[in-house]
């Protein structure tokens, strides 16, 4: 089908599932929830903090509470990413939609993307207001701007169209609350070992692996391996919040992270296609 | 318009669909009609594409079943239809009004007809959650209806419907006779399709048992329900 013709049908159903999810009485609870939560950390910033003996300057507590706050968030939205998720495709087979909708001359890939697009803007725009709360309030209350804070909310957002995928693909395969956390132990995995990578660069673990350990010198290569190549959620999450420090020189850090998400995003995306033309629908 | 050749359907083991082949035409009623499990919704499945056949082909208009474009003059009615609940009547028909790539202000005079043609009248705005299941049937009807389909494919239409529910769609069915609309119907209920209906088909555990006019079919002194039951019980 033409792409003249694609993708108003995808808009169409990105916007129908947009719609749908904000209309849902658990989503508003939960997003309301999330908004309060967020906007209690303002207590936060009016703290005075001593490291050694000193006490920290207000930009430095804005900027450092801040990057915390931005960290829960992320992770945060993307359980509720997968959570919303989950369901989408059972919800949808149970309400009719699914046939409706594939009984038009629509083809089934402009269902799945329209499904899937519309799943990660719910999630983006979501966290993406979570982020507003937080920089309104450094703007308004501490006059701290941090633009970069809405710029790093928007590169975050690759890491939720990784979650929806994921997640869209493993509920076809599996009970929706097996996907879910599947998808939640990806993400678990590679938050700790990232932390782990993190606390081996300290010279103490850098002295301690020197050690000889019995473990044959392979096996550390495999491990090293699945390392690299697994889903860099953290990672991205760093390099967005590398946008948040005071001053451009660190840059961007690696944009290795990024890299590897956006290549699964591919590659689940091409799988969550090919999977679900093969399904029945009901 | 409609053209199944060799079709057969296998899940694992059983044999939904035995080596089906028929065609309808333009413009005819035409009912399929079947016992329970006798392979009536795998084929209205395989034609609108939720299911792809072990072999065989099936063809909408010329075009295969399997190409979204096949479907751009269908209207589809599922057996036990659903509606989202958070939607209004209204909302649900001006959807599937868009999906069509009917324009906006069309699409609100689209449902305006639609909504009179199905007697619903100042139910369209209240949610799906609250109406009967005849309601919802109904406002089924009317998305099938919308974007007036050449092909209409009603799978058990009068499913759940009490017995002035039943009449109503019949008679909303012969009211559209004369649009020259082609109909796929499923049905069991014999009476109705006896009614309505050009031509049937009659399948038993996947095979094609007949496929004739109604006045074919039918000898004299019986009914379709004597023939249906002297074909399906051998």
Known sequence: METSKSLPLITKITKYTLIDEVQQRSFVILFVFCAICVFLIRGCYQGNYMVNGQALDAGTIVRTLSKATFHVIGAGVMVIAALLSMRIFRRDRNEGMQSCILSKPIARWHYVMGKALGLWVVSALFMFILHSIVFLITSINLKVFMPEYLVASLLCSINLLFVVIAVLLLSLLMPDIVAFLCVLGIGVVGFVADGIAAASQSQIAQAMLQQPTGHPQSDLTWWKVVYVLWPKLLGVQQLASSLIESGASRGFGTIYPLINVLVYCLILGALLFKRFRNEDIV | ?234
Not at chain 2, 107 to 134: F, P, W
Not at chain 2, 188 to 213: F, M, P, Q, W, Y
Request: charge should be negative; aromatic fraction near 6%; proline fraction near 4%.
């Open chain 2, 1 to 234: 318009m409609i053209e199944l050749k060799n079709v057969t359907k296998q899940y694992e083991s059983i044999t939904a669909v035995d080596d089906v082949s028929f065609s309808v035409q333009p413009g005819e009623y035409f009912a399929l009609l079947g016992p329970n499990g006798a392979g009536k919704t795998t084929i209205v499945k395989m034609l609108l594409d939720f299911t792809r056949p072990t072999s065989g082909s099936l063809s909408l208009n010329g075009i295969p079943s399997t190409q979204a474009e096949c479907r751009q003059s269908i209207g589809y009615l599922a057996e036990n239809n659903h509606i989202p609940p958070s939607l209004s009547g209204w909302q649900y028909l001006l959807r599937c009004a868009e999906l069509l790539d009917i324009n906006r202000s069309e699409a609100a005079d689209h449902c305006r007809r639609i909504v009179e043609l199905i007697g619903m009248q100042g139910r369209e705005n209240t949610k799906v959650g609250t109406y009967s299941k005849g309601m919802v049937q109904r406002f089924g009807l009317g998305a099938a209806l919308m974007g007036d389909p050449k092909l209409l494919i009603l799978d058990e239409p009068t499913s759940g419907l009490d017995p002035i529910g039943i009449r109503e769609i019949r008679q909303l069915l012969e009211s559209l006779k004369g649009n020259g609309m082609t109909i796929f119907l499923n049905s069991h209920l014999l009476s109705e399709v006896e009614k309505i209906c050009d031509t049937a088909a009659i399948i038993n555990r996947g095979k094609l048992l007949v496929k004739d006019t109604i006045s074919a079919i039918v000898k004299d002194g019986e009914t379709l329900e004597d023939v249906f039951v002297r074909l399906v019980k051998g």
